[in-house]
């Protein structure tokens, strides 16, 4: 429990979000989430958006062909590597249409054509949205425009 302070959160609407409905409001990525590995990239991603929904104008298809996994399509997760399972968390949250995204060490185990996705994922899809990340490498948050250091 917090020992002071307190967060709130209001829907755009302007109506206060009671704690219980925060996850209505919020994606996450972080590299310790664990995918369902038993699912092909297909059935996660189908399962996924069935319970959350993807931003307008665009598909299953095209997330596939952003990820660079459009021949995953029948692959089971358990069998991707780590670089493309962080970029499928990460393009999950990006793709989920939610007005908070937040990311936690957003480029661990991402190569570095990995890495510049990531900046061009964060340029492209959070536009309008607000972004948190949570990371000690100060590349992941080089565009933020502010800071809080804990």
């Keep these: 429990m917090p020992s002071s302070g307190q967060v709130l959160m209001t829907a755009p609407n302007g109506e206060k979000v009671e704690d219980e409905n925060f996850h209505q409001h919020i994606t996450l990525a972080a590299p310790y989430l664990d995918l369902i590995e038993e699912f ?48 499928l968390k990460l393009a999950v949250a990006f793709f989920t249409h939610k007005p908070i995204v937040l990311l936690d060490e957003p480029t661990v185990n991402l190569d570095t054509k990995g890495v510049d996705w990531y900046h061009a994922t964060v340029d492209t899809y959070t536009l309008n949205r607000t972004l948190i990340i949570a990371s000690n490498i100060p590349d992941e948050y080089k565009t933020a425009t502010d800071i809080l250091v804990l």
Aim: aromatic share 16%; net charge positive; hydrophobic share 40%.
């Design 40 to 87: 092909t990239l297909d059935e996660f991603l189908y399962f996924h958006f069935k319970l959350s929904p993807m931003i307008a104008n665009e598909s299953v298809d095209s997330l596939k062909q952003y990820m660079w996994l459009s021949d995953a399509s029948t692959k089971q997760i358990r069998y991707f590597s780590s670089g493309m399972k962080q970029r």
